[in-house]
């Protein structure tokens, strides 16, 4: 079955940076459209950042030019890069695998259908 599985996550000062990482397995990586997702305590779920199968990018306005996704193909693993964090940062982030192969920049949860368990980031101020 398809399971993905963050690490990277844990505890950082404002300005500081982090990378997560989430490794995939039981699916042929290379065609996913992969996506981040944060939920900060007591808000709802929302979309960072995607990436389709040629590598377009997309993201949220609050992160575009701090945060970078990427992926490694080779080893299945999707990154995010996070830049300047801040406390507003402070949330857990899963990843996510989308089933269909087309993707028009869609930042809504139901457009993804596989999801990691997550992994915390805390920004301290």
């Known amino acids: 079955q398809v399971q993905l599985v963050e690490s990277g996550g844990g505890l950082v000062q404002t300005g500081g940076s982090l990378r997560l990482s989430c490794a995939a397995s039981g699916l042929t990586f290379s065609n996913r459209v992969m996506g981040w997702f944060r939920q900060a305590t007591g808000k709802e779920r929302e979309f960072v950042a995607a990436i389709s199968r040629s590598d377009s990018t997309y993201y949220a306005d609050s992160v575009k030019a701090r945060f970078t996704i990427s992926r490694d193909n080779a080893k299945n693993t999707v990154y995010l890069q996070m830049n300047s964090l801040q406390p507003e940062d402070t949330a857990v982030y899963y990843c996510?695998?989308?089933?269909?192969?087309?993707?028009?920049?869609?930042?809504?949860?139901?457009?993804?259908?596989?999801w990691g368990q997550g992994t915390q980031v805390t920004v301290s101020s």
């Open positions: 996510a695998a989308r089933t269909s192969p087309f993707y028009g920049g869609r930042r809504d949860e139901d457009a993804f259908d596989y």
